[in-house]
C-alpha cells in the first residue's frame, strides 16, 4: 500500500479516494514536510478521524506505536491541526448558502473584516490581492435572513457595493458544511 500509486487509487480497504494524495501527486515528494506512512495517515485521518491508530496501522502493515508517534508529530509540526467531526448542515436546515464580494473604502477593510468573521453566518472571509474588497461564503437559514445581511451591508460605513451570488447546486460539495 506504500508504492507510490496506491494512495491515488480508490483502495478496497477505504472505499475512497484521498483528495491529499490527488492534491500531491504531481509534487515532488521530496520537498512535502513528511514521507508516504505519514500522508497515509493523514488519509485515514482525514476520511475517518475517529479511526483508532490500531485500525490505521493494522490498514498500514505496521505498529500501532509508529501510527500513533507519527500522529503525534505532525501535530506537534502543526502539519494536523485538529480533529473534527463534518457535519452537514444542508442536511439539518436546509441552509442557503451564498458567496458575496464586497468593495470597501480602504481605511475600513480591516475593522469591517473583523466585524464580519465574528458573524456565524459567515463560514470564509477573505482579502482580495491587490483589491479593496472582501469575499466571503456565508451559510444563511433563509432569503429573508440573506436581505437583511444585504440590507446591513448597504447601511454600512465604508462599504462601497456589494455583489451576492446564491449558490444553486453544488457540483464539488465543501466537506465542513455539506453544501
Known amino acids: 500500500m506504500t508504492d507510490e500509486n496506491s494512495s491515488n487509487k480508490v483502495d478496497e ?5 484521498c483528495d491529499l494524495s490527488i492534491r500531491w501527486e504531481h509534487i515532488d515528494s521530496s520537498i512535502l514536510p513528511f514521507d508516504d506512512l505519514d500522508k497515509e495517515i493523514m488519509c485515514f485521518l482525514r476520511y475517518n478521524a475517529r479511526m ?4 490505521i496501522a493494522k ?3 505496521t505498529s500501532e506505536a509508529t501510527v500513533r508517534r507519527r500522529i503525534n508529530e505532525l501535530v506537534r ?5 485538529g480533529f473534527s467531526a463534518l457535519v452537514d448542515l444542508h442536511a439539518i ?4 448558502k451564498v458567496c458575496i464580494r464586497i468593495d470597501i473604502e480602504g481605511e475600513k477593510l480591516d475593522s469591517i473584516a473583523e466585524s464580519l468573521a465574528a458573524n456565524p453566518d459567515i463560514l470564509s472571509l477573505y482579502r482580495r490581492r491587490g483589491q479593496n474588497q472582501l469575499l466571503l461564503q456565508g451559510l444563511f437559514l433563509n432569503l429573508e435572513t440573506i436581505q437583511e445581511f444585504e440590507d446591513s451591508l448597504a447601511r454600512r460605513e465604508g462599504i462601497i457595493k456589494y455583489d451576492t451570488m446564491v449558490v444553486s447546486k453544488a457540483y464539488k460539495k465543501d466537506p465542513w458544511v455539506g453544501i
Do not use: D, F, V
Not at 483508532?52 to 485500525?55: I, K, L, T, V
Not at 509540526?77 to 491541526?81: D, E, F, Y
Not at 436546515?93 to 442557503?96: K, L, M, P, Q, V
Open 13 to 17: 480497504n477505504r472505499n475512497y479516494q
Open 52 to 55: 483508532s491508530n490500531a485500525e
Open 59 to 61: 490498514m498500514l502493515n
Open 77 to 81: 509540526r502543526k502539519i494536523i491541526t
Open 93 to 96: 436546515e436546509n441552509s442557503i
